[in-house]
């Protein structure tokens, strides 16, 4: 993985959203609203090249809150990483078919959750409240429209997740 000369003790706590250009402005605003709306900073940082999934977690890896997003404008990609998932495999992808608002936002929103703990959010009309909702049972059907992981890959998701909470807790 290529550093770009990154140092996280360079800055505040911060999600990184790593940009290879060129990236439409409007598609990290709607990333960042998604953020600001849960009340989490972010960091962008352009970068020469790197596929979306490299750069994603290279800023997790740099970021203090663990989570980064890699934004390519020659793949039209955009990835959600997590600092504990393995390079090839991230929690979100988007490709330019999925590049609308609601979507771009909500990946925002899900970068500040998972940064928080909070719950992920699945379904389009939640992205706009702030406050985290208690956990909802998802039917089989909308999980699998909403989300491209296998069970294996959920449960692996899931598992990290509360391993790194519980890791939190400890300390």
């Given at each position: 993985?290529?550093?770009?000369?990154?140092?996280?003790?360079?800055v505040?706590?911060?999600?990184?959203?790593?940009?290879?250009?060129?990236?439409?402005?409007?598609?990290?605003?709607?990333?960042?609203w998604?953020?600001?709306?849960?009340?989490?900073?972010?960091?962008?940082?352009?970068?020469?090249?790197?596929?979306?999934?490299?750069?994603?977690?290279?800023?997790?890896?740099?970021?203090?809150?663990?989570?980064?997003?890699?934004?390519?404008?020659?793949?039209?990609?955009?990835?959600?990483?997590?600092?504990?998932?393995?390079?090839?495999k991230?929690?979100?992808?988007?490709?330019?078919?999925?590049?609308?608002?609601?979507?771009?936002?909500?990946?925002?929103?899900?970068?500040?959750?998972?940064?928080?703990?909070?719950?992920?959010?699945?379904?389009?009309?939640?992205?706009?409240?702030?406050?985290?909702?208690?956990?909802?049972?998802?039917?089989?059907?909308?999980?699998?429209?909403?989300?491209?992981?296998?069970?294996?890959?959920?449960?692996?998701?899931?598992?990290?997740?509360?391993?790194?909470?519980?890791?939190?807790?400890?300390?």
């Amino acid at each position: 993985m290529a550093n770009e000369g990154f140092s996280p003790d360079d800055v505040r706590p911060a999600v990184w959203i790593m940009v290879a250009e060129p990236v439409p402005e409007k598609n990290i605003e709607y990333i960042l609203w998604g953020l600001e709306e849960e009340g989490i900073p972010a960091e962008i940082r352009e970068v020469r090249s790197g596929s979306a999934e490299v750069i994603a977690k290279q800023g997790a890896d740099s970021s203090h809150l663990n989570v980064g997003i890699g934004i390519d404008g020659n793949e039209q990609a955009v990835v959600l990483h997590h600092r504990d998932l393995p390079i090839e495999k991230p929690l979100f992808s988007l490709e330019a078919a999925d590049f609308q608002s609601a979507q771009l936002r909500r990946l925002g929103a899900n970068a500040a959750r998972l940064a928080k703990g909070n719950p992920l959010l699945f379904q389009d009309d939640h992205v706009h409240r702030v406050e985290p909702e208690p956990a909802v049972q998802l039917q089989q059907d909308q999980l699998e429209d909403s989300v491209k992981l296998s069970h294996e890959q959920l449960g692996e998701l899931i598992s990290r997740i509360v391993t790194e909470l519980l890791d939190n807790v400890e300390q």
